[in-house]
């Protein structure tokens, strides 16, 4: 976390200092869904971490953060449900992996990483599934 130390810093002296950082949206941008995480504007002093209210985002940068969302969102669902396709699932939403590889080329990248990282994820989630 490169900002660690401004943050400590302006926490434990009041100096006031604008990051930015991921935090849930709780509504900070008006058009992306508000379990999400976002990346805004944050005052830090010694009342903590304060994240800015953006507001809405132009319609075509919101419909490009709800992609990256969704493949988020397919993740957690993973983990939760325990259901190994849901991490294939997420590669195959995210536009640069789609743009870059069929659909047999993710399944094998992600069995690829599985097999990799195994050892990190739950148990649930260390099925190579092929195609």
């Known amino acids: 976390m490169e900002y660690a130390p401004q943050i400590i810093h302006s926490m434990v002296t009041g100096t006031p200092r604008t990051i930015y950082g991921n935090v849930p949206n709780r509504g900070l941008i008006d058009n992306l869904p508000a379990h999400g995480v976002v990346e805004v504007p944050c005052l830090v002093d010694s009342l903590g971490v304060q994240p800015t209210r953006v ?3 132009p319609p075509q940068l919101a419909a490009l953060n709800r992609t990256y969302l969704s493949a988020n969102d397919l993740v957690v669902r993973a983990a939760l449900e325990d259901e190994p396709r ?26 690829d990483m599985v ?3 195994g050892d990190l994820l739950q148990p649930g989630l260390r099925v190579r599934l092929g195609t």
Do not use: F, N, Q, S
């Open 55 to 57: 507001g809405a985002l």
């Open 115 to 117: 097999t990799a990282h």
């Open 86 to 111: 849901h991490i294939r699932h997420a590669a195959m939403t995210d536009p640069a992996t789609a743009a870059t590889l069929p659909v047999e080329d993710i399944w094998r990248l992600c069995d």
